[in-house]
T-cell receptor, first 113, second 112 residues
Framework: NAGVTQTPKFRILKIGQSMTLQCTQDMNHNYMYWYRQDPGMGLKLIYYSVGAGITDKGEVPNGYNVSRSTTEDFPLRLELAAPSQTSVYFC????????????FGQGTRLTVV | GENVEQHPSTLSVQEGDSAVIKCTYS??????FPWYKQELGKGPQLIID?????GEKKDQRIAVTLNKTAKHFSLHITETQPEDSAVYFCAAPPGGSYIPTFGRGTSLIVHP
C-alpha cells in the first residue's frame, strides 16, 4: 500500500523558474492538502481540495496554484519561483469522515536560488 | 478560526525520563485531537488520537489526556528512548471541519 506519494524528493530552482510538485494517493481519499513547513514554524496550509474538481485557498496560497482533475492526484504548481518559497512541502490526504487522521507524503525539499 | 498553541517548542530529556507536551485550542466545538510524530526527513505520522467523549487514552508508552473544560490536551511519553527523538505536532480541527489546524511542533531530544 503506497499511501501518499510525492515527487520529487529534492529540487533546486532558480528564481523565476516554474515547476510542479506531484502528489498522488491510492486510498481513494476525498480530501487532499498541501502544506509548507518552514523551520520552527509548523505546518502552514497552502491549498486544499474536498474532491475532484474542487479546490480552495488555505492560509498561504500566494505564488501557488493547484488542480484536482482526479481523486488520486493533487499537483502543486509554482509559476515564478522566489527565494521565499524555499521550504519543505508536504501533501496529505484523509477520508471523508470528519474526525479521522491525515496521511502525509514524505515531503519535497525545495530550494530557490 | 481555530487557534492551537503548543508548548514547549523544544524539550530535552535523558533516556528513561518522561516527556510531556501540551496544546491548547480555542474552538469549543473541536472534538478530535490527534498527535503526529515527524522523524527526520519524513512526513508526520499519527501516533495517537483522542476524541472528546474520553478523557485519556493510552498506547504502551504514550498517552494523551484531554480537558475539554480548560480546552487543552497533552501528550505523555514515559520511559523515553532515543528513537522517540522527533518533532511532535498536535492538531485540533475546528468542530465539523475537515481542515486540521496544527500546533507549531515540539522538537523532542532524548539523550542516551
Amino acid at each position: 500500500n503506497a499511501g501518499v506519494t510525492q515527487t520529487p524528493k529534492f529540487r533546486i530552482l532558480k528564481i523565476g523558474q516554474s515547476m510542479t510538485l506531484q502528489c498522488t494517493q491510492d486510498m481513494n481519499h476525498n480530501y487532499m492538502y498541501w502544506y509548507r513547513q518552514d523551520p520552527g514554524m509548523g505546518l502552514k496550509l497552502i491549498y486544499y481540495s474536498v474532491g475532484a474538481g474542487i479546490t480552495d485557498k488555505g492560509e498561504v496560497p500566494n505564488g501557488y496554484n493547484v488542480s484536482r482533475s482526479t481523486t488520486e492526484d493533487f499537483p502543486l504548481r509554482l509559476e515564478l519561483a522566489a527565494p521565499s518559497q524555499t521550504s519543505v512541502y508536504f501533501c496529505a490526504s484523509r477520508e471523508f469522515t470528519v474526525n479521522t487522521e491525515a496521511f502525509f507524503g514524505q515531503g519535497t525539499r525545495l530550494t530557490v536560488v | 478560526g481555530e487557534n492551537v498553541e503548543q508548548h514547549p517548542s523544544t524539550l530535552s530529556v535523558q533516556e528513561g525520563d518522561s516527556a510531556v507536551i501540551k496544546c491548547t485550542y480555542s474552538d469549543s466545538a473541536s472534538n478530535y485531537f490527534p498527535w503526529y510524530k515527524q522523524e527526520l526527513g519524513k512526513g508526520p505520522q499519527l501516533i495517537i488520537d483522542i476524541r472528546s467523549n474520553v478523557g485519556e487514552k493510552k498506547d504502551q508508552r504514550i498517552a494523551v489526556t484531554l480537558n475539554k473544560t480548560a480546552k487543552h490536551f497533552s501528550l505523555h511519553i514515559t520511559e523515553t528512548q532515543p528513537e522517540d527523538s522527533a518533532v511532535y505536532f498536535c492538531a485540533a480541527p475546528p468542530g465539523g471541519s475537515y481542515i486540521p489546524t496544527f500546533g507549531r511542533g515540539t522538537s523532542l531530544i532524548v539523550h542516551p
